[in-house]
């Protein structure tokens, strides 16, 4: 089973016959291509802004991968090493998690998070994950974001 099929997007639950007859299909951000996780976070141009954002952050450009499977690969393949790898790594995970709370606020309550907003919810989820992971207690996560690689 793919990475796509288990994210529950609008057109993974049509395929399962979830969506009830009348309710749109379509990305919730763009309003203009069926929302497939795919779409959803990868090539919708509200989260591509994130995306670009948190990769600015570790000073890097980069080229929307074809798959999400593709985008995870890539960014495992890192160079980084120690601590650096850790918060490489807690970065996907916190953007993708973020991502998908951003889109669920906004489908159930109407809540719409600029890029900037949900890039520091991000920030702040990698400094308390890598806080709980290190168990580092000397510092807040908002003195721990200070000292974060993309400040």
């Given at each position: 089973?793919?990475?796509?099929?288990?994210?529950a997007t609008r057109s993974v639950l049509l395929g399962r016959n979830?969506?009830?007859?009348?309710?749109?299909?379509?990305c919730p951000f763009c309003l203009l291509h069926l929302e497939t996780?795919?779409?959803?976070?990868?090539?919708?141009?509200?989260?591509?802004?994130?995306?670009?954002?948190?990769?600015?952050?570790?000073?890097?450009?980069?080229?929307?991968?074809?798959?999400?499977?593709?985008?995870?690969?890539?960014?495992?393949?890192?160079?980084?090493?120690?601590?650096?790898?850790?918060?490489?790594?807690?970065?996907?995970?916190?953007?993708?998690?973020?991502?998908?709370?951003?889109?669920?606020?906004?489908?159930?309550?109407?809540?719409?998070?600029?890029?900037?907003?949900?890039?520091?919810?991000?920030?702040?989820?990698?400094?308390?994950?890598?806080?709980?992971?290190?168990?580092?207690?000397?510092?807040?996560?908002?003195?721990?974001?200070?000292?974060?690689?993309?400040?």
């Amino acid at each position: 089973m793919s990475m796509q099929s288990k994210v529950a997007t609008r057109s993974v639950l049509l395929g399962r016959n979830l969506i009830p007859e009348g309710q749109s299909t379509l990305c919730p951000f763009c309003l203009l291509h069926l929302e497939t996780p795919q779409h959803l976070f990868l090539h919708c141009h509200f989260l591509w802004d994130v995306w670009s954002q948190i990769l600015e952050w570790w000073h890097l450009r980069w080229v929307c991968p074809a798959s999400l499977e593709a985008h995870f690969e890539w960014w495992m393949e890192s160079r980084f090493r120690n601590l650096e790898k850790n918060l490489w790594e807690a970065t996907f995970f916190a953007t993708m998690w973020s991502l998908w709370l951003a889109r669920n606020d906004y489908v159930s309550n109407n809540a719409s998070s600029g890029a900037g907003v949900v890039g520091e919810r991000i920030k702040a989820r990698v400094a308390m994950w890598i806080k709980a992971k290190f168990n580092i207690k000397v510092y807040t996560v908002e003195v721990f974001k200070v000292f974060l690689l993309w400040n």
